[in-house]
């Protein structure tokens, strides 16, 4: 190999350690302290007297007897009723998702194979919707969903947050598309398909690898989405994010601070698993605008 | 393709986004341009033993009436826009006279909502854009120098800080920096200043709001010079080698110009993602201190008494914005994709 050929000298190699030492402990860290600290009372995660007890878990020893505990687990998803929150994000998430790349695929797959000038425009615009911040959208939302009576349901979330995702899902899908041969389904044209039966038979089995790292990028469009959903969901039917900022304003009795600790280590840790088993998926997905032109 | 597949196949989510984003782009707008009507104000004349005494009164019915018949409101053209809480157009003109230096103006210029949240946002986008490439490029090297065994754990944890929800990665930075928290209380000890307090502090503030940006998103800076790393072509580099480049030559005249592209690339995704910075002030409860456009619109549309024409007002600003920032983005996209249609 031609990197070894040429070694580095030990100090390049002692700074570049160095760096990669600090971005860990800079990127990772931050989890792990927080995942710890939530089995502790708040005397101890958040300590004036002394910062090492949250190590020793001196409050939490006095207060509950043990060194760990589940308080504030228990607190937030029962007490607080974040279950709530956690089976409306699935919901949300599930049918976002699958709305999504249904409209997308079909998009996506016209717009990859189109000629015309005109399918280039609609990427342009869809290009344009994409930087729209989504806060600006809301404020023309509200009154009519207010006439129509439909704000505050899921089904409305649902469906605004498949809109908003939808040129993102688009852009992606057109790319992924762009790199199926194009005589796969002209072959099958040729053979007598109509276009939507070559779609079926011909490029549904072999899209699976982008329609799964478009559907990831989706999925944490609106596992994420703060915006959006604080502002057209009501109290009953919110997700697991805005369910946490309204922690926040009901912090001031003690205790509750460690039921947003908790509810936000729950929030993170299926996002934990989902970049540990697609890793490679999203680092592809990441990259496929960029690298590929 | 035919056009009538065409238009079969994109019909579905073109009428989405018809519907759920070009549409209420027009209601804002339109929205802007109108304000609350004032209630109806009746003269009532109270006439008792002592005499008559009029007072005015809130007519009810014709205030509902009048809602009722035009909901959009009273129409106001470019009212909103020039009020206190927007372009303060009134406003600015004494400022500057009254200033004493552009600094002193600026300082002054602050003090209205509008420019505030415009003072931040940009001074967030253009601090934290160029320090993401830095830090994203820096990384990559690293990585890219590290033993491939562990270069896939090396590349997960890069990628928490970015796939992380931003409200939620916020506040898990916010709570370490507390002053009753573990990075407070480093802060504390090493500025030797026992009443040091992020939170009270608006230039400590700022700093920190930055900080996360940056953590943010140098991920994802650092994933697409990775990715550009692995496909530097190694004979370019090799014939560079043979020809004497020492090591930093080889960088700058190969690697550098080899990821030049892909910066331009970061550069304009991160330009925009940076001007909607919203979630970390909402969890670092930054309100007093910092705010940014995004956030007073949802402060707007928020609060007790819904302020639609404002919001609706702020965001047409902000669109306008975006479309700034976004033009080279879609010059090259056309140049590109233009050209190859």
Same mark, same amino acid.
């Given at each position: 190999?031609?990197?070894?050929?040429?070694?580095?000298?030990?100090?390049?190699?002692?700074?570049?350690?160095?760096?990669?030492?600090?971005?860990?402990?800079?990127?990772?860290?931050?989890?792990?302290?927080?995942?710890?600290?939530?089995?502790?009372?708040?005397?101890?995660?958040?300590?004036?007297?002394?910062?090492?007890?949250?190590?020793?878990?001196?409050?939490?020893?006095?207060?509950?007897?043990?060194?760990?505990?589940?308080?504030?687990?228990?607190?937030?998803?029962?007490?607080?009723?974040?279950?709530?929150?956690?089976?409306?994000?699935?919901?949300?998430?599930?049918? %976002?998702?699958?709305?999504?790349?249904?409209?997308?695929?079909?998009?996506?797959?016209?717009?990859?194979?189109?000629?015309?000038?005109?399918?280039?425009?609609?990427?342009?615009?869809?290009?344009?919707?994409?930087?729209?911040?989504?806060?600006?959208?809301?404020?023309?939302?509200?009154?009519?969903?207010?006439?129509?009576?439909?704000?505050?349901?899921?089904?409305?979330?649902?469906?605004?947050?498949?809109?908003?995702?939808?040129?993102?899902?688009?852009?992606?899908?057109?790319?992924?598309?762009?790199?199926?041969?194009?005589?796969?389904?002209?072959?099958?044209?040729?053979?007598?398909?109509?276009?939507?039966?070559?779609?079926?038979?011909?490029?549904?089995?072999?899209?699976?690898?982008?329609?799964?790292? @478009?559907?990831?990028?989706?999925?944490?469009?609106?596992?994420?989405?703060?915006?959006?959903?604080?502002?057209?969901?009501?109290?009953?039917?919110?997700?697991?994010?805005?369910?946490?900022?309204?922690?926040?304003?009901?912090?001031?009795?003690?205790?509750?601070?460690?039921?947003?600790?908790?509810?936000?280590?729950?929030?993170?840790?299926?996002?934990?698993?989902?970049?540990?088993?697609?890793?490679?998926?999203?680092?592809?997905?990441?990259?496929?605008?960029?690298?590929?032109? | 393709?035919?056009?009538?597949?065409?238009?079969?196949?994109?019909?579905?989510?073109?009428?989405?986004?018809?519907?759920?984003?070009?549409?209420?782009?027009?209601?804002?707008?339109?929205?802007?341009?109108?304000?609350?009507?004032?209630?109806?104000?009746?003269?009532?004349?109270?006439?008792?033993?002592?005499?008559?005494?009029?007072?005015?009164?809130?007519?009810?019915?014709?205030?509902?009436?009048?809602?009722?018949?035009?909901?959009?409101?009273?129409?106001?053209?470019?009212?909103?826009?020039?009020?206190?809480?927007?372009?303060?157009?009134?406003?600015?003109?004494?400022?500057?006279?009254?200033?004493?230096?552009?600094?002193?103006?600026?300082?002054?210029?602050?003090?209205?909502?509008?420019?505030?949240?415009?003072?931040?946002?940009?001074?967030?986008?253009?601090? /934290?854009?160029?320090?993401?490439?830095?830090?994203?490029?820096?990384?990559?090297?690293?990585?890219?120098?590290?033993?491939?065994?562990?270069?896939?754990?090396?590349?997960?944890?890069?990628?928490?800080?970015?796939?992380?929800?931003?409200?939620?990665?916020?506040?898990?930075?916010?709570?370490?920096?507390?002053?009753?928290?573990?990075?407070?209380?480093?802060?504390?000890?090493?500025?030797?200043?026992?009443?040091?307090?992020?939170?009270?502090?608006?230039?400590?503030?700022?700093?920190?709001?930055? %900080?996360?940006?940056?953590?943010?998103?140098?991920?994802?800076?650092?994933?697409?010079?990775?990715?550009?790393?692995?496909?530097?072509?190694?004979?370019?580099?090799?014939?560079?080698?043979?020809?004497?480049?020492?090591?930093?030559?080889?960088?700058?005249?190969?690697?550098?110009?080899?990821?030049?592209?892909?910066?331009?690339?970061?550069?304009?995704?991160?330009?925009?993602?940076?001007?909607? /910075?919203?979630?970390?002030?909402?969890?670092?409860?930054?309100?007093?201190?910092?705010?940014?456009?995004?956030?007073?619109?949802?402060?707007?549309?928020?609060?007790?008494?819904?302020?639609?024409?404002?919001?609706?007002?702020?965001?047409?600003? @902000?669109?306008?914005?975006?479309?700034?920032?976004?033009?080279?983005?879609?010059?090259?996209?056309?140049?590109?994709?233009?050209?190859?249609?």
């Amino acid at each position: 190999m031609a990197n070894q050929a040429q070694k580095r000298p030990v100090v390049l190699q002692a700074i570049l350690v160095i760096i990669l030492i600090t971005w860990m402990i800079a990127a990772a860290f931050p989890f792990f302290w927080t995942l710890w600290g939530s089995f502790k009372v708040e005397g101890d995660f958040f300590s004036l007297a002394d910062w090492t007890n949250v190590l020793t878990g001196e409050m939490t020893t006095r207060e509950t007897g043990d060194a760990f505990t589940t308080q504030g687990y228990s607190g937030a998803w029962i007490q607080e009723e974040f279950w709530r929150a956690a089976w409306n994000s699935t919901l949300v998430c599930l049918f %976002v998702v699958t709305i999504s790349l249904t409209l997308g695929t079909l998009g996506g797959y016209a717009l990859a194979r189109s000629t015309y000038r005109y399918a280039f425009w609609f990427l342009l615009i869809a290009l344009i919707f994409r930087a729209m911040p989504p806060i600006t959208l809301v404020s023309g939302y509200l009154p009519v969903f207010f006439q129509w009576n439909i704000w505050g349901y899921l089904p409305t979330a649902i469906i605004v947050l498949v809109a908003i995702n939808q040129p993102f899902t688009l852009w992606m899908l057109h790319s992924f598309f762009k790199n199926i041969p194009q005589d796969l389904d002209e072959s099958a044209m040729v053979d007598g398909c109509t276009r939507f039966q070559a779609f079926r038979h011909v490029i549904i089995p072999v899209m699976w690898p982008g329609v799964i790292t @478009t559907g990831l990028f989706s999925f944490l469009l609106a596992y994420n989405d703060f915006a959006v959903t604080a502002m057209i969901l009501d109290k009953q039917n919110q997700t697991m994010v805005p369910k946490i900022a309204s922690f926040l304003g009901t912090t001031q009795t003690k205790g509750n601070v460690m039921f947003a600790v908790a509810a936000v280590v729950s929030t993170t840790a299926p996002l934990f698993l989902l970049i540990m088993f697609f890793q490679r998926q999203i680092v592809s997905g990441l990259t496929a605008g960029a690298v590929k032109g | 393709m035919k056009h009538s597949a065409f238009f079969w196949f994109v019909l579905p989510s073109a009428v989405a986004m018809l519907l759920f984003i070009f549409f209420p782009i027009v209601s804002v707008v339109i929205q802007s341009l109108h304000t609350a009507h004032e209630q109806v104000i009746i003269e009532v004349e109270n006439c008792g033993p002592f005499g008559c005494t009029k007072a005015t009164a809130i007519d009810q019915e014709a205030t509902a009436a009048l809602r009722e018949d035009q909901p959009l409101g009273r129409f106001a053209g470019l009212e909103i826009y020039k009020d206190r809480n927007h372009l303060a157009t009134a406003e600015i003109g004494p400022l500057w006279e009254q200033s004493t230096g552009i600094g002193d103006f600026i300082g002054k210029l602050m003090n209205l909502p509008f420019y505030k949240a415009m003072g931040f946002t940009l001074t967030f986008t253009f601090v /934290v854009t160029p320090l993401t490439i830095i830090f994203g490029f820096i990384i990559a090297v690293a990585v890219n120098s590290a033993a491939r065994a562990i270069r896939g754990p090396l590349i997960f944890f890069s990628l928490l800080p970015m796939m992380v929800t931003p409200l939620i990665g916020s506040l898990i930075l916010f709570w370490m920096v507390d002053a009753r928290g573990i990075l407070g209380t480093a802060l504390r000890w090493l500025a030797d200043d026992p009443s040091l307090s992020v939170k009270a502090d608006t230039g400590l503030m700022w700093i920190m709001l930055m %900080v996360y940006g940056v953590w943010h998103s140098a991920p994802f800076a650092f994933i697409v010079y990775y990715a550009g790393l692995q496909t530097v072509n190694t004979d370019t580099l090799e014939a560079a080698r043979i020809d004497g480049a020492s090591r930093w030559q080889q960088i700058r005249h190969v690697v550098i110009p080899h990821l030049l592209p892909l910066t331009t690339f970061i550069a304009l995704m991160q330009l925009m993602d940076n001007f909607r /910075v919203f979630e970390p002030i909402v969890s670092f409860n930054a309100s007093a201190h910092a705010t940014s456009l995004s956030w007073a619109i949802y402060n707007d549309l928020g609060g007790e008494t819904q302020q639609l024409s404002s919001a609706a007002a702020t965001s047409v600003l @902000t669109i306008t914005g975006v479309a700034i920032l976004l033009s080279p983005v879609l010059v090259r996209t056309y140049r590109d994709y233009g050209k190859a249609t």
